[in-house]
């Protein structure tokens, strides 16, 4: 099996940290990305792993998504813009180390 993509868009901070929690425990997948839109209140998180496994964390983590998607075998293009939005999001944390460090002591909680 390749590697596939999960997108789920949901709406909080705390919701998609919550789905992203759910999505890690119940398969084998990682965080490839993830971006805040409108402030906060729109969230798209984006997981990789095989196809099998991505299925099964986009499945238990919808609950109130505003949208999600599955994409097996992704398009380079699809990796790419991907690659793109995990560098920003690199950036970020290089740019500001301590909001990482808040991140990372948030999710071991």
Same mark, same amino acid.
């Given at each position: 099996m390749g590697k596939s993509y999960g997108f789920i868009e949901i709406t909080g901070?705390? #919701? #998609?940290? =919550? @789905?992203? !929690?759910?999505?890690c425990k119940t %398969? !084998?997948?990682?965080? @490839?990305s993830w971006e805040r839109k409108l402030g906060g209140r729109l969230v798209t998180l984006i997981v990789s792993a095989v196809t099998a496994a991505v299925n099964a964390a986009v499945e238990q983590a919808i609950k109130k998504p505003a949208s999600y998607a599955v994409i097996a075998n992704p398009h380079e293009e699809i990796v790419k813009l991907v690659e793109l939005? %995990?560098?920003?999001?690199? +950036?970020?944390?290089? *740019? =500001?180390? *301590? *909001? @990482?460090? *808040?991140?990372? =002591?948030?999710?071991? +909680?």
């Open positions: 901070v705390v #919701a #998609a940290i =919550n @789905a992203l !929690d759910i999505m %398969a !084998d997948v990682e965080l @490839a939005s %995990a560098s920003r999001w690199k +950036k970020r944390q290089q *740019e =500001n180390p *301590e *909001e @990482a460090l *808040e991140s990372k =002591n948030s999710s071991k +909680k």
